[in-house]
């Protein structure tokens, strides 16, 4: 017979084209040094991406971001909070401010990049928080383990020896009294709160009996209602906020408002709130006291104490109250908050053929704590051109040695008016909003103070003075009652109110404190298992007991010495037991 035979050379073992199907040319010892990894398409990167984003990492980064994304809303002033802030950084910050404005960081809370982070962490939460839901509801059904066969190998194992108590067989005492002792561990075990399963097992080498106990669902429990509370706070802020609303308004002493839109010099509202959303009620402002520290003391001359006395009318009733610093009103589910307080001057122009042009109390805003104000009086009509006032109000003033003046106290003890008059085109008839604190003078001519043809004019309450070239006359009105002999209610004052309404306050609350309970339980509750088993030799019961901790739990130690402890002094034979570890 022939044989035929092949010229060609063997395919050599190292080749990179082999196909050894059980080892792929990939293999960490193979020879082909391109790994090639599996495309994953538009489908597999969505569920990649929805796998990343519903990470409890990611929703733990997602709260970190959001609490750093909230920093600027408590360092720069909030329109929604305190827009008289914004105007006043606006004024001391002109360059500066358009950019921080363009970046939302005066309305942080309603920018789009905060309600960006708000509603990832939402949907981060959501998702995470339903598969954990799932499986916990499913491990609550669930057995506890079967025992296992090698208990020893356990961290925190003891083990018992007790002789047979009864009068029959050595083997059937035995292993009667290992049954009873299981079900004595049993009982013991759900004493202590313990969720547990018997296990009894033949084999050839005997019959054991042993009972599996687990308990500290209320951890993971905790931990879910931690999370899902923290999801309820999210969605009743985000629902809340659509039907709240917040509104500001300074009221002079002897004003009303009026719970109208109209009313209110800002608003910040939802998208739901509409036009006649506003409960029917009006505010009247008679008085607001203050008090300061006596002199002789740390805090001589501060203020201690604001308290605006208010006269409600709502639904036809009528009644008194007032408005302090940390105490809001609450009118109709409204709350009002007492935001700053200053002095109002009232202030009267007249013509040169004697009419009042102009006749307003005018709040003023405070510049330091002795409540040195700056204010902005604008006369439009009336006048043969607009005229622009800044003036500065010392309520009780003293002059420093270079001829400045300055307040030493907060009270009306010298009150002082300083005005700088200009005149010209105030900038408004063309309909361009202008700030009713901010004067700008660069198309402006001084006519008083600052470079003008006549210096400052300076007022004490009741004094009159004369514009330069005949203009008229202006005159800082005393409004102390008649026979007052000092200045202490010469001069008006006003109260900056907030008024809010936020019906899902109360809910939020209630999640916050829900969150709070789980998270207590989530820290404090340990989850731990349990395991008792009896088995006979030689007549004896051999008693093992074992604990298992999910995550560190320094006392899981203690609490296995504390059931073999128990379980003995149950079953009434501590003295006839040898303990080893």
Not at 97 to 124: E, K, N, Q, R
Not at 160 to 183: C, F, K, L
Request: hydrophobic letters at 40%.
């Amino acid at each position: 017979m022939s044989s035929s035979r092949s010229d060609s050379p063997a395919p050599k073992k190292d080749a990179v084209t082999s196909s050894d199907p059980l080892r792929p040319s990939d293999h960490i010892d193979g020879d082909n040094s391109t790994i090639i990894q599996p495309r994953l398409g538009f489908v597999g990167w969505l569920r990649w991406g929805w796998r990343q984003l519903t990470s409890m990492r990611t929703a733990i980064v997602l709260l970190l971001v959001l609490a750093i994304a909230a920093i600027p809303g408590s360092i720069f002033p909030q329109r929604m909070a305190d827009p008289n802030g914004v105007t006043q950084w606006e004024a001391d910050n002109p360059d500066l401010f358009p950019v921080l404005d363009a970046m939302g960081l005066f309305d942080v809370y309603l920018s789009p990049w905060f309600s960006a982070i708000y509603l990832l962490l939402f949907i981060s939460l959501v998702g995470c928080v339903i598969p954990r839901v799932k499986h916990h509801l499913k491990a609550l059904r669930a057995r506890p383990p079967r025992t296992p066969a090698r208990l020893q190998r356990l961290e925190d194992y003891r083990e018992t020896v007790r002789p047979s108590t009864g009068s029959g067989s050595n083997e059937a005492d035995a292993d009667a009294e290992a049954s009873r002792s299981i079900d004595v561990a049993q009982k013991q075990l759900k004493a202590l709160g313990y969720r547990v399963e018997r296990y009894d097992l033949t084999t050839k080498a005997g019959r054991t009996y042993s009972v599996s106990a687990e308990r500290g669902y209320w951890r993971e429990t905790g931990n879910l209602l931690f999370h899902i509370a923290l999801v309820g706070v999210l969605v009743t802020v985000g629902v809340g906020g659509s039907f709240a609303y917040t509104g500001q308004r300074v009221v002079v002493e002897g004003q009303t408002f009026v719970n109208t839109l109209l009313d209110y010099e800002s608003m910040n509202r939802g998208r739901f709130v509409s036009d006649d959303a506003l409960s029917p009620y009006s505010m009247t402002l008679d008085s607001f006291d203050v008090t300061y520290q006596e002199y002789g003391s740390a805090a001589s001359g501060q203020a201690g104490d604001f308290s605006a006395n208010m006269t409600i009318r709502e639904n036809g009733e009528t009644r008194e109250a007032s408005v302090r610093v940390n105490h809001p009103l609450n009118i109709a589910g409204n709350n009002v908050y007492l935001l700053g307080n200053g002095y109002a001057p009232t202030i009267t122009v007249r013509n040169a053929d004697d009419e009042v042009v102009y006749r307003n109390s005018v709040p003023f805003l405070p510049q330091d704590t002795a409540l040195t104000s700056l204010g902005v009086i604008k006369v439009t009509d009336g006048m043969p051109e607009q005229l622009g006032i800044a003036a500065f109000f010392y309520p009780s003033a003293v002059k420093n040695d270079n001829g400045a003046f300055a307040s030493a106290h907060g009270d009306l003890l010298a009150p002082l008016l300083t005005l700088r008059v200009y005149e010209g085109d105030l900038g408004i008839d063309d309909g361009t909003p202008k700030s009713v604190y901010v004067l700008d003078t660069d198309e402006l001519t001084p006519i008083a103070g600052d470079g003008g043809d006549a210096p400052s004019i300076e007022l004490q309450p009741g004094e009159t003075a004369e514009l330069p070239g005949g203009r008229g006359t202006i005159t800082f009105e005393d409004e102390a009652p008649a026979g007052a002999t000092d200045f202490t209610q010469s001069v008006k004052r006003f109260a900056s109110l907030q008024v809010h309404h936020d019906a899902s306050a109360v809910w939020v609350l209630v999640f916050a404190l829900l969150s709070l309970a789980g998270l207590m339980l989530a820290l404090f509750i340990p989850r731990r298992r349990m395991w008792v088993k009896a088995s006979v030799a030689g007549g004896e019961v051999r008693l093992e007991y074992a604990g298992l901790a999910r995550g560190e739990d320094p006392t899981l130690g203690g609490a296995v010495d504390d059931l073999v402890t128990g379980h003995a002094r149950l079953l009434d034979a501590p003295s006839s037991a040898t303990t080893r570890k």
